[in-house]
């Protein structure tokens, strides 16, 4: 009797430390590099840089812990993001460009100009926000591969400028 395939799964997760602005980027760079190691097309990994990269400057600015995660498959990139923070009291106003509640001291170190959650949106095929006030948030973005966002082109027809 032959054996189904096994499908290849990388998991990478990492610690992030809210208010830790030094080690900052740290989670995303090293997701970005295993992307880039196991020969994902460019197209596919600048979406996930973009959504990495937000994801976990969201925990650094309003948590006080959180958890970065990526699943890795052929088919799909999956990002979540799971954070010990205030919660968001009102989705639609935090998905609004330019809006934020980072505070001034953040802003001054050129953070929190609220396109965090916009920028996640717009690189990613799938995105969803779980959210408890006092709680913390879980946000998930989906990346399929082989999509330019639309899920219908493969990634060799993928433009450098077709997903923003």
Known sequence: MASEPTARV????????GQNFRASGEAAGRIKRALEQVGLDWSIIRRAAVVIYEAEMNIVI?????VLSAEITPDQVVIVADDEGP??????????EGYSTASAEVREMGFGAGMGLPNITKHSDEMRIET??????????????????????A???????SRG
């Open 132 to 153: 408890e006030v006092g709680k913390g948030t879980r946000v998930t973005a989906v990346i399929r591969v082989g999509a330019c966002g639309d899920g219908s082109r």
């Open 155 to 161: 990634v060799s027809d993928c433009s450098q400028g």
């Open 87 to 96: 919660g968001i009291p009102d989705i639609a106003l935090a998905m609004t």
């Open 62 to 66: 309003h948590a006080r812990r959180g």
């Open 10 to 17: 990388l998991t990478l997760s990492f610690q992030v430390e």
